[in-house]
C-alpha cells in the first residue's frame, strides 16, 4: 500500500468532489453515487460509513461506501452497498483499492458486525467468501430502435408487438413516488416480498432528478405496468419495475422494456443494465429470453463474527411459508408493515 494515501470518511464539504471522482472513474456504478449515502440514512435510518483514499494534496484515488445493516432477525453486516446490484471499491490505483479495502476490515472489527460484503461487478479478493447466486444482465443498444427490436428474441419481440396491437401507450412520469409506486407496492406483493416506504422513491427522485426516471405503460387509460430507472454516463439500469394482472394479456412488461431502451437511447443510452436476478428466478428467465447473457457478479464476505455466509434470500427454504403468507395480505396492510422488514433486506 502507498504510505502517502490517507483514508478519511467523507463529510459534507467533500460530497461534490466525490461525485465528480464517480462519474470520471471507470469501476464507478451508479450505485457509488454519494446521493445513496442520504437515502440509507434518511429512508431507512442506518448508520454509514462513506470512505475515500487521496493523495497529500487531496486528490481522491478510491472511494468505498458502507452502509451497516443491524437487525436482530437478519444479522449485522457492513456492505457495499445495500439495496444496490453494485458496490465496493472503485479506485483509480491498486494501492487505494488495498487501502479502502483495509480500512473497510478495520472498521468491520470495529463495529462486531457478523459480515463485511461487497457487491463487485467485477471479480476482486479471491481470499475472501463467495456466494454464487446473483447474475447481471448487460448489454449494448443502438440508437436505431429498429435494430434494438430486431435484437430481441423472436418469442419476446412477438410479445412487444403484441403490445403494440393492443394499443399500448408508455407516459413518463416525474411523480414517481404516487402512481409508480402503487403499482410496484402491488407487484411485489404479489411476489411475497416486503415492500420498501413510499418514500424511497419520492426520496431517489429528490436527491437523483433527471437521472431518476419513471416510466408508466397504460392500457384503455389504466395504468398496467411501471419502472423506475437510473441513468448514469451512457447507461440506463431499470431497476423498480412491476405490473399488474393486465400487464400478463397484454405484453405490456416486454414492450415497456423496449420503450424504455428506445427513450434512454435517444438521450444518449448505449449500455441497456438489466439489473440483477438470483439464478433460477422468474426475472432470471425473463431477461434470458429478452436477449440478455448472464454474467455472474462478485459478491465477496469477509466473515467476522459470523462463521459461514449469511442466507438472507428467497431462495432460502425457511422464508418460504413467509413468502407464501406475505402473498395474501391486504394490500394497505403489506404496505404498512413492508416498509419495518424490507429495511433490513438490503
Known amino acids: 500500500m502507498d504510505a502517502c494515501l490517507e483514508v478519511i470518511v467523507l463529510d459534507s464539504g467533500d460530497e461534490t468532489a466525490w461525485d465528480r471522482f464517480v462519474e470520471h472513474c471507470p469501476e464507478a456504478t ?15 435510518h442506518h448508520q454509514t460509513h462513506y470512505l475515500l483514499a487521496r493523495t497529500p494534496d487531496g486528490t481522491i484515488q478510491g472511494v468505498l461506501p458502507l452502509v451497516q445493516v443491524k437487525s436482530r432477525l437478519f444479522g449485522n453486516a457492513l456492505v457495499s452497498t445495500p439495496f444496490c446490484v453494485y458496490g465496493g471499491v472503485a479506485a483509480l490505483t491498486e494501492s487505494a483499492r488495498l487501502a479502502l479495502e483495509a480500512r473497510a476490515e478495520t472498521l468491520a472489527v470495529e463495529k462486531q458486525v457478523d459480515w463485511l460484503e461487497c457487491r463487485n461487478l467485477t471479480p476482486r479478493r479471491p481470499d475472501w467468501s463467495a456466494k454464487e447466486l446473483y447474475y447481471t444482465f448487460r448489454k449494448t443498444i443502438s440508437a ?81 405496468a411501471t419502472v423506475v430507472s437510473f441513468h448514469f454516463r451512457d447507461q440506463v439500469c431499470p431497476y423498480y419495475g412491476g405490473g399488474t394482472p393486465a400487464a400478463r394479456s397484454t405484453g405490456a412488461m416486454a414492450f415497456m422494456y423496449w420503450e424504455l431502451m428506445t427513450r434512454a437511447a435517444d438521450r444518449g443510452a448505449r449500455l441497456f443494465d438489466f439489473g440483477r436476478s438470483k439464478l433460477g428466478s422468474g426475472s432470471f428467465d425473463f431477461k434470458r429470453y429478452y436477449g440478455f447473457t448472464p454474467e455472474p457478479l462478485h459478491y465477496r464476505y469477509r466473515l467476522v463474527q459470523a462463521s459461514r455466509l449469511p442466507e438472507n434470500n428467497p431462495m432460502n427454504p425457511k422464508y418460504r411459508y413467509f413468502i407464501q403468507l406475505w402473498k395474501r395480505l391486504p394490500l394497505p396492510v403489506a404496505e404498512r408493515v413492508g416498509p419495518w422488514l424490507s429495511k433490513y433486506l438490503g
Not at 442520504?38 to 431507512?44: A, L, Q, R, T
Request: aromatic share 10%.
Open 144 to 224: 436505431d430502435p429498429q435494430i434494438n427490436l430486431l435484437a430481441i428474441p423472436r418469442k419476446q419481440r412477438a410479445e412487444v408487438r403484441r403490445g403494440l396491437q393492443h394499443g399500448l401507450t408508455a407516459v413518463v412520469d416525474e411523480q414517481i413516488g404516487e402512481r409508480c409506486f402503487d403499482i410496484y407496492a402491488e407487484s411485489v406483493r404479489n411476489l411475497g416480498t416486503p415492500v420498501f416506504p413510499r418514500r424511497l422513491f419520492r426520496e431517489l427522485k429528490a436527491r437523483f432528478g433527471a437521472d431518476c426516471t419513471g416510466l408508466r405503460i397504460e392500457h384503455q387509460g389504466q395504468s398496467v
Open 30 to 44: 451508479f450505485f457509488h453515487r454519494v446521493g445513496w449515502k442520504g437515502v440509507m440514512e434518511e429512508v431507512f
